[in-house]
């Protein structure tokens, strides 16, 4: 059974770097052509994706954000680390990771809500 | 950067059928935008019902379907239930990266 859980401050000052990590089980990133992507969602509005990482280090981000963005893993921990720069109010979200396989992303952590502000 | 454009709501009888598709703006959507669908409730986490354009998971209820429509990805809902009033996003490949589309809302009624 894949599971994943999202960990991190729910409160984040404007400016400030955010550190979240997802903690799964249940797969290895070891595994060839498996990664965990990162997704947000602000309040009333669409996902959006952010990152993604795979067992081999490959890396992609959103076009957008790729200038903030910075995400690792630690293979031995089953973790991913995901980091966001200069963060301000525009940046409230719920936080999701998420197992990807077979061009699937098809199991999702709970999420975790992020609030900037001051 | 590409954007990907869905209908912003539906509505549907209990037991109708309702087709959500999904649009780039770099143009036909194809096999090799891997075509996801997820659907997401109220105060919960989205949920993937479908992977690389047609493939379902193994909690996919049979009634969901997916498949390329008019160089659209579809997403097609046959025998509508009540339960299934909800957002559904989808996300494709862009080369870069993975984009979502902005949702659509779904009301049974």
């Known amino acids: 059974q894949i599971t994943l859980k999202e960990s991190g401050p729910t409160l984040v000052k404007p400016t400030q770097t955010l550190t979240l990590t997802c903690t799964f089980s249940?797969?290895?990133?070891?595994?060839?052509?498996?990664?965990v992507g990162w997704i947000r969602q602000s309040p009333g509005k669409a996902l959006e994706w952010l990152s993604l990482?795979?067992?081999?280090?490959?890396?992609r981000f959103s076009p957008s954000l790729k200038n903030r963005l910075t995400i690792t893993k630690d293979t031995s921990k089953n973790q991913v680390v995901l980091t966001m720069t200069n963060m301000g109010p525009a940046d409230t979200a719920s936080y999701y990771c998420?197992?990807?396989?077979?061009?699937?992303?098809?199991?999702w952590g709970q999420g975790t809500l992020v609030t900037v502000s001051s | 950067q590409t954007v990907v454009t869905q209908e912003p709501s539906l509505t549907v009888s209990p037991g109708g059928t309702a087709t959500l598709t999904c649009a780039s703006s770099?143009?036909?959507?194809?096999?090799?935008?891997?075509p996801n669908w997820f659907q997401q409730k109220p105060g919960q986490a989205p949920r993937a019902l479908i992977y690389?354009?047609?493939n379902k998971h193994s909690w996919t209820p049979a009634r969901f379907s997916g498949s390329l429509l008019g160089g659209k990805a579809a997403l097609t809902l046959s025998g509508v239930q009540p339960e299934d009033e909800a957002e559904y996003y989808c996300l494709l490949y862009s080369g870069d990266g993975w984009v979502f589309g902005g949702g659509t809302k779904v009301t049974v009624l």
């Open positions: 998420a197992h990807r396989e077979r061009s699937s992303f098809d199991n």
């Open positions: 249940g797969f290895s990133l070891s595994t060839s052509g498996v990664a």
């Open positions: 990482i795979y067992g081999n280090d490959d890396k």
């Open positions: 770099t143009g036909a959507v194809t096999s090799g935008h891997y």
């Open positions: 690389t354009t047609t």
